[in-house]
């Protein structure tokens, strides 16, 4: 399944759980804040980026934008 990134200025704190909880197609994976920018990235596996973004407004994120992601992992 892809990986999606997720853009938004100063996270809430249950915003993920939200989105894992009310889309079944949008699965969590994790984020990561960077306070010196006030950004937050959250990374969700999905079919598309429309899930996402549908995912996140019903969380009340705000996303400045959402683009696929691709990672490097230890596996």
Same mark, same amino acid.
């Given at each position: ?11 809430? #704190?249950?915003?993920? %759980? ?13 984020? /990561?804040? =960077?306070? +010196? ?7 969700? #596996?999905?079919?598309? %980026? ?13 996303? /400045?934008? =959402?683009? +696929? ?7």
């Amino acid at each position: 399944m892809p990986s999606f990134l997720v853009e938004t200025y100063l996270a809430r #704190d249950s915003a993920p %759980a939200e989105l894992t909880q009310q889309s079944s197609r949008v699965r969590f994976d994790r984020s /990561i804040h =960077i306070p +010196e920018d006030e950004i937050c990235f959250y990374v969700f #596996d999905a079919q598309s %980026a429309r899930d996402v973004a549908r995912a996140a407004k019903r969380a009340g994120l705000d996303p /400045i934008r =959402i683009v +696929e992601a691709v990672s490097s992992g230890k596996d």
